[in-house]
């Protein structure tokens, strides 16, 4: 059932829903990631306005098929889309979908996917193998990505970047950062490593 939270449930969120006056580039953004790893919450924490979100409680006949493995306590998963909006400096308007990370909405995916810039790509460090197939989506649609390691208490830490890469296969060029999807702050980072990604791989000069 799709639902927008009251703005009180998340810091960063008003319920002004019109566009600031200094939007100058709208920019659709994918952030993808596989199941549990933390994408509805970067949005809700980085979200200028009250996030929408479709969201059903997991049932028995979705053991079978969604991997539970490390997120044991999750009771609940996106069956389409969340979607947020952020205001960055200089006009640029970022419109987020978050999208499925099961294998299962795979052909929504490429639909949600369809006219998006760029993908931030969260990743759980506790379990990293649960994020290859939804990188290999990535790659295949073509579009550029940022890495963002979400932070969990129980993480382990002795992973260093190199270690990381190396792990999910990524290339030189790629952004690798760690963000907290918790904090507004940490989520924005994040965000902006993918912007700026976006932008040296197409300097405006040159559009």
Request: aromatic share 6%; charged share 25%.
């Amino acid at each position: 059932m799709a639902y927008a939270p009251s703005s009180t449930t998340s810091g960063s969120t008003t319920g002004d829903i019109h566009l600031p006056d200094t939007a100058r580039e709208l920019v659709k953004i994918l952030i993808a990631g596989p199941f549990g790893v933390g994408k509805t919450t970067l949005i809700d924490s980085v979200s200028e306005i009250r996030p929408l979100h479709t969201e059903e409680r997991l049932s028995e006949a979705s053991v079978a098929v969604d991997d539970l493995d490390g997120v044991r306590e999750k009771s609940t998963t996106t069956v389409a889309i969340d979607f947020g909006r952020i205001s960055l400096p200089g006009g640029i308007v970022l419109y987020l979908f978050g999208t499925p990370g099961q294998e299962r909405f795979r052909a929504l995916w490429e639909d949600i996917a369809y006219g998006a810039l760029g993908a931030l790509v969260l990743v759980d460090s506790r379990r990293i193998d649960a994020s290859f197939d939804v990188l290999a989506l990535v790659e295949e649609s073509g579009l550029p990505y940022a890495v963002a390691f979400n932070t969990f208490p129980d993480a382990p830490r002795h992973h260093t970047e190199q270690q990381l890469r190396t792990a999910l296969d990524l290339a030189p060029g790629t952004p690798l950062v760690t963000c907290d999807a918790r904090d507004a702050d940490s989520s924005l980072d994040a965000l902006l490593a993918l912007v700026q990604h976006l932008i040296d791989r197409d300097p405006p000069e040159h559009r």
